[in-house]
């Protein structure tokens, strides 16, 4: 069974950090782009980064430049979120999603993912 797992939200006050984890299951882990995404109520989702699977180059939303960093241990089948200099607007539930291939590429869109996980939800308090 496929299975992404995220874990490491919580609360935390604004300017403050969180490091979120996405681990990986039941599948190539190594042969899978990762992506980021968070919906906040009433809201759409929206990607937040993404990691490929082959250089482990990164891409960012512009809302998240120099703030989040997303790396990946495949030996652990795990991608991380460190998530920095924290805003209230950066409270959402976040996801991880796996998409086959992207050695050198990793899609924004999220339709273009294959695999979820369940979520981890952020607070970050003003």
């Known amino acids: 069974e496929v299975q992404l797992v995220e874990s490491g939200g919580g609360l935390v006050q604004a300017g403050g950090s969180l490091r979120l984890a996405c681990v990986g299951s039941?599948?190539?882990?190594?042969?899978?782009?990762i992506g980021w995404f968070r919906q906040a109520p009433g809201a759409d989702k929206e990607g937040v980064g993404c990691?490929?699977?082959?250089?482990?180059?990164?891409r960012y939303e512009d809302f998240v430049k120099g703030r989040f960093t997303i790396s990946r241990d495949n030996a652990r089948n795990t991608v991380y979120l460190q998530m920095s200099s924290l805003k209230p607007e950066d409270s959402a539930v976040y996801y991880c999603?796996?998409?086959?291939?992207?050695?050198?590429?990793?899609?924004?869109?999220?339709?273009?993912?294959?695999?979820w996980g369940q979520g981890t939800q952020v607070t970050v308090s003003s």
């Open positions: 999603a796996a998409h086959l291939g992207g050695r050198t590429y990793c899609p924004s869109a999220g339709p273009l993912y294959d695999h």
């Open positions: 990691i490929t699977s082959g250089d482990k180059s990164t």
């Open positions: 039941g599948f190539t882990f190594d042969d899978y782009a």
